[in-house]
T-cell receptor, first 110, second 114 residues
Framework: LAKTTQPISMDSYEGQEVNITCSHN???????ITWYQQFPSQGPRFIIQ???TKVTNEVASLFIPADRKSSTLSLPRVSLSDTAVYYC???????????FGPGTRLSVLP | ETGVTQTPRHLVMGMTNKKSLKCEQH?????MYWYKQSAKKPLELMFV???????ENNSVPSRFSPECPNSSHLFLHLHTLQPEDSALYLC?????????????FGNGTRLTVT
C-alpha cells in the first residue's frame, strides 16, 4: 500500500500558483519525499525531492513542515502544459520506496 | 533523450505468443525496475534489481519473467499472457535502491494482448 494520501484531482487556471499537499503520517526518520509528474502514455518524470524544510529548483518548490507528516508541492504560474498527474512518494526499505498511489490529476484551464 | 530507452514502444501479441520487452539505461545506475500501469490504476511495482540481483518480486505471475544480464540492461520475457495483462509497461532506473535515489523512467511499452 502507498504510504501517502493526496487529493485525487485539482483544477487551476493558467498563470496561477498551484499547491498540492500530500499526507504521509507514518513517514520514517530516514525517508525522503519525492514528487513525480506524469503525462499520458509517458513514464513519470522526477520533479523535486526533499527531506525537511524547503527545497526549490527551476520548476517547483517543496515545503516540508517540521513534523514531516505532510509536504506541499508548489508550482508557480502554471501553464496548460502542466496538466498531468502528480505523485508523491516517500522512501523506505527495498521495494517499499517506490509504491505509487493514484496521484493528483491537475487540470490547467485557459 | 530520457536516459532510459524502452523497445518496442508498442506491442500486440496473442495469448500463445512469446515476446520480450527491452530496457536500456545510459545513466550508470545500479538499480532497475519494471512497473505495470493499467488503465486508470496506479503504477504497480513488478520487479526490482540492484546490481543485477533481484531484490523484490511483488508476487507477479510466472508468465512474466525478468532478466538483468548487466546493470545497463533489463528484459521482461512474456509468455501465455492474458488480455488483462494489456497495459503500459514502464522501466526505471536509479543510482541505487535507496529511498533518496530518484527514479528515471523510460516512456514505456504499450502492450496489447489479443
Amino acid at each position: 500500500l502507498a504510504k501517502t494520501t493526496q487529493p485525487i484531482s485539482m483544477d487551476s487556471y493558467e498563470g496561477q500558483e498551484v499547491n498540492i499537499t500530500c499526507s504521509h503520517n507514518n513517514i520514517a526518520t530516514n525517508d525522503y519525499i519525492t514528487w513525480y509528474q506524469q503525462f499520458p502514455s509517458q513514464g513519470p518524470r522526477f520533479i523535486i525531492q526533499g527531506y525537511k524544510t524547503k527545497v526549490t529548483n527551476e520548476v517547483a518548490s517543496l515545503f516540508i513542515p517540521a513534523d514531516r507528516k505532510s509536504s506541499t508541492l508548489s508550482l508557480p504560474r502554471v501553464s496548460l502544459s502542466d496538466t498531468a498527474v502528480y505523485y508523491c512518494l516517500v522512501g523506505d526499505n527495498y521495494g517499499q520506496n517506490f509504491v505509487f498511489g493514484p496521484g493528483t490529476r491537475l487540470s490547467v484551464l485557459p | 533523450e530520457t536516459g532510459v530507452t524502452q523497445t518496442p514502444r508498442h506491442l500486440v501479441m496473442g495469448m500463445t505468443n512469446k515476446k520480450s520487452l527491452k530496457c536500456e539505461q545510459h545513466l550508470g545506475h545500479n538499480a532497475m525496475y519494471w512497473y505495470k500501469q493499467s488503465a486508470k490504476k496506479p503504477l504497480e511495482l513488478m520487479f526490482v534489481y540492484s546490481l543485477e540481483e533481484r531484490v523484490e518480486n511483488n508476487s507477479v505471475p510466472s508468465r512474466f519473467s525478468p532478466e538483468c544480464p548487466n546493470s545497463s540492461h533489463l528484459f521482461l520475457h512474456l509468455h501465455t499472457l492474458q488480455p488483462e495483462d494489456s497495459a503500459l509497461y514502464l522501466c526505471a532506473s536509479s543510482q541505487d535502491s535507496g529511498g533518496d535515489a530518484p527514479l528515471h523512467f523510460g516512456n514505456g511499452t504499450r502492450l496489447t494482448v489479443t
